[in-house]
């Protein structure tokens, strides 16, 4: 998608509509005739429609399965089966919409073909702006984000001239307000979503984000105030992430930093820690810091809890406080997570005296298994203790060290063979 002029008149296609029209009635048929249809039936409904345009240039099975989605859903409206069948029929578009949107993405040259594609999306949409369950606005969303911003003003401009906002439905003018936003009226788009009452969280999801991607922190909060004036106390549902760092951002009072943390520490992440304390003032985040690692410490029985503990421990190159994890929590040296491995071989490399202890103990936890397979992990970590004690010019001692533990283990025959591994 490189380039888009928007003619003014409906790009005329008789003669592949005529060509395509019995498949697409056999298509709608398809889709009514069983009174119970699964996830994959419909699928295969979905893939028998893809065959049918295999053979054709990537643009013109968009084209295609765009008229297919208008083909169906004029057929369910003015057979009123939408209703009936909604689950069904959304599976459909919407499964034909994500590849139309792949193939968009494709490179090509051919800067007429993709505008004739962009085209006919767009007048379909504005043809059924009015009704509620149309599939376009989706396409359109979603559309917006692949175009480059040249062809969003052009796309911004054609609908501004063709779109009657009083005969919309609430999904058109969803959708209409998210291009007004992506073009910088933010006004103009919150205006539009003012009209509609009770709007969710997830409807204007992807509003939040972008404003949230260009940091308009004090726009976030405006759009908030308007949108929903009576959520504060109650929360933001699937928007509190952007709501805590929106606060976060504006550096508002220690009890409301207090609150968003807090609700940080009930479901900790490190991808919103990071979103979160990048806002906190400079003077303020080591101590802050200290405070939440000691509150994640008390939820080490959680597997999210302990993952965001080592990742900020890793972060900010705490390999004291990460060693003393290993030390006391890490029973199982087996089973180590990829993310507890990582920071273990972190600690390897710029601390090897706190490794050594971490290893020792782990080998004696493996051996203590008395399995094949815990022996042959217990040497894997012997290996690894001895590229330390190497690096450290401890060698004389790390051969006291594999002596004694012939000596204790001798018992352990087993054990004893993979010692014999150890140069």
Known sequence: MDHLSIDKDFPED???????????????????????FTKSQIEQIVIQTQKSMETDHFLMQAEKMLIYIKGVFSLANRLQTYEEYDRRF?????????????????????????????????????????????????????????????????????????LHEAECARSTLVAYSYILLLVGKESKSLSLL???????????TPHFTCLKKRERFKTIQLWFNQLFPNRVERGYGSLQGIADE???????????????????????????????????PEEDQETLLY????????????????LTYLRILREYKMFDEAASYFLIF????????QEKKDLLKDIELSYPQLAKPIHHQFIVRLVEKKSRVHYEAAVSSIKILQKIYERLEENEQFYHYIAKMRKQYRTYRAFVEELKKIE
């Open 246 to 280: 929106m606060n976060a951002s504006l550096h508002k009072s220690a009890n409301e930093m207090s609150t968003v943390w807090r609700r940080w520490l009930l479901s900790p992440s490190f991808t919103r820690f990071q979103s979160l304390f990048v806002h906190v």
């Open 90 to 162: 959304s599976h459909y578009f919407t499964s034909l919409m994500s590849d139309i949107l792949l193939l968009l993405k494709e490179d090509t040259e051919d800067f007429k073909a993709v505008d004739k594609v962009i085209q006919r999306i767009l007048f379909y949409f504005v043809y059924d702006a009015g009704l509620s369950k149309s599939p376009w606005p989706y396409l359109v969303q979603n559309l917006a984000d692949l175009a480059l911003p040249r062809q969003l003003e052009a796309i911004e401009s054609f609908l501004q001239e063709t």
């Open 14 to 36: 008789n003669l592949l509509e005529q060509e395509l029209e019995q498949d697409i009635i056999k298509t709608y048929k398809s889709l009514i005739t069983s009174r119970y």
């Open 330 to 337: 890490e029973h199982d040296p087996l089973r180590l997570h």
């Open 194 to 204: 003012r009209k509609e009452q009770h709007l969710s969280q997830q409807e204007v």
């Open 291 to 306: 405070e939440l690692l000691a509150e994640l410490k008390k939820s080490l029985h959680q597997t999210e809890t302990t």
